[in-house]
């Protein structure tokens, strides 16, 4: 006779079989039970979940931010450019023209959208390799992550370092530093890098150039609510901002002007020292010069504490804008801090620069 009271052999072994929604619970959460290495497996498998949705989630967001940067916001902001003061009341016009009585009326209109607009950058012209407006207020951390038009996302604005000033006639510093962000999405200030190399896809594989870059844009632009300014390229610079990997040079200057002809001079030669190329453009004091700031993320090279700096000067008095191309040369021995000589990225430094080209230095 059967007894009914008692679970045949093989129902005891197993049990009552859980639901599948318990069963993934307990695979996944830590339970009583549990040998010490399924615990700790399950916390790091639970922490790496959860930080793979807070990245993800970040991420998701910034390309968003940067979508709506590269297309709405661009194609908003270009078109407040073309309309220039054509939007805008005679009391508005009237009421910006008391505030900045230089202003140009082709900014007019991006003036009254934001005040903190100072000018608009520009490299390759119609082109428009770079081009945004750039803004300046009383920190340098607002713009990081604002748009010019005041939404929160991470490629932020181009801006001038609060520290230069911009006097009250509307005449630059004659030394104005700009920042921009560097992103895979290469807005902003990204596309400066390629003044260091260019890596393109030819038929045989990835080429890198040195020349490239330099040689298609030797000039940018950088027009005021005063005047159209164009600078002339000379420079460009690797440098470190950590001491722990080396030499931390001060090539922002505290964004102090040029105070005499020496301190021009030494400043000018400390950074044609460090310059990764030199030009047929030639400097002397008086110069109004423009350095160019952001991250430095080479491929496949990615430096937290690298920043690159290109640096230009304004156009003379009646000089004509063209620049000899072919007298640019690479300097292979520019002069590095202990981690770029550690990764190859120079071996030694050399003055292999011509001196003669800043024209100051000669000068009695």
Not at 243 to 250: I, K, L, S, T
């Amino acid at each position: 006779m059967l007894d009914y009271t008692v679970r045949p052999p093989m129902a005891r072994s197993k049990g009552k079989r859980k639901n599948a929604f318990i069963r993934a619970l307990t695979a996944v959460f830590p339970a009583k039970g549990d040998a010490a290495a399924e615990m700790i497996r399950k916390v790091v498998f639970i922490g790496a979940v959860a930080a793979l949705v807070i990245t993800g989630g970040t991420l998701m967001k910034d390309i968003g931010g940067e979508l709506e940067q590269m297309y709405h916001i661009a194609n908003k902001l270009n078109n407040i450019k073309n309309q220039g003061s054509g939007n805008l009341s005679l009391d508005d016009k009237n009421n910006i023209i008391e505030a900045k009585p230089y202003i140009r009326e082709d900014f007019m209109g991006l003036y009254a959208e934001n005040n903190d607009f100072v000018g608009w950058f520009n490299i390759g012209e119609e082109e428009k390799v770079i081009d945004h407006p750039v803004v300046q207020c009383d920190n340098n951390d607002k713009y990081l992550n604002t748009t010019f038009d005041g939404q929160n996302i991470s490629s932020g604005t181009l801006y001038i370092d609060s520290r230069c000033q911009i006097d009250k006639d509307g005449n630059l510093p004659n030394f104005t530093i700009i920042y921009g962000h560097c992103l895979s999405s290469q807005l902003m200030f990204s596309k400066l890098n390629r003044y260091y190399y260019e890596r393109e896809l030819g038929d045989e594989g990835p080429d890198v150039y040195f020349y490239s870059f330099y040689k298609r844009y030797p000039t940018v632009h950088f027009d005021t609510l005063k005047e159209n300014g164009e600078y002339k390229v000379f420079a460009c610079c690797l440098f470190n901002t950590e001491e722990q990997y080396g030499e931390v040079y001060n090539y922002l200057r505290r964004a102090k002007p040029f105070e005499s002809k020496e301190d021009f001079n030494s400043y000018m030669c400390d950074i044609m020292d460090r310059s990764v190329f030199q030009t047929d453009v030639d400097i002397t004091y008086g110069d109004d010069i423009l350095c160019l700031s952001t991250c430095y993320f080479p491929f496949g090279m990615d430096y937290e504490n690298v920043r690159i700096a290109i640096f230009a000067r304004k156009l003379r008095e009646g000089e004509s804008p063209e620049v000899d191309v072919e007298k640019m040369e690479r300097i292979w021995t520019w002069k590095a801090w202990q981690q770029a000589i550690d990764q190859k990225m120079v071996y030694y430094f050399y003055r292999q620069w011509d001196t003669s080209k800043i024209l100051s230095l000669e000068e009695n």
